[in-house]
């Protein structure tokens, strides 16, 4: 697995990733390149054979980094892309002095809040209703070691 900081040309890759998970926010092309344009925007992507697995949106809003986007081929699930992709965010958590990362998470989406409790974040707190007005978000954050 190779990861490194998405491109603009892969845009159109990262979109169709999103749309292979349906019911996943999608940003689309116009979302994703307006990560782009956001100096504080971090998109790292994993890549295997030339293949895309995956992809991980951050923004390091210092002393913290907030974990907005996080999607993984469904043909690559449960084969450590996105623990790696993870991994590289915590190692810009600690270059950029960043103490803790906080994401949300959709509360049906179990695989991932149990893989996010595996690597260390920990629930702290809840917002109802916050997808599409139906299902809550849990809130989670990592504190990160010095």
């Known amino acids: ?15 169709a990733l999103e749309a292979e998970n349906p019911g996943y926010p999608a940003w689309g092309e116009s979302g994703l390149a307006a990560e782009f344009e956001k100096k504080f925007s971090v998109t790292l992507a994993v890549w295997d054979e ?30 450590g892309a996105a623990t790696a992709l993870i991994g590289k965010l915590a190692e810009y958590a600690v270059k950029n002095a960043c103490a803790e990362v906080d994401l949300e998470v959709n509360e049906h989406n179990a695989p991932a809040i149990a893989l996010y409790g595996k690597l260390g ?19 989670m954050r990592k504190t990160m070691q010095a």
């Open 121 to 139: 974040f920990k629930v702290v707190g809840r917002r109802p209703k916050f997808y599409n007005n139906s299902d809550a978000a849990v809130l």
């Open 50 to 79: 030339g293949a895309l697995l995956g992809f991980i949106n951050f923004w390091i809003l210092k002393p913290q980094i907030q974990l907005n986007s996080i999607v993984i081929s469904v043909k690559a699930r449960r084969a």
């Open 1 to 15: 697995m190779l990861i490194r900081r998405a491109r603009r040309e892969d845009i159109p890759a990262l979109a």
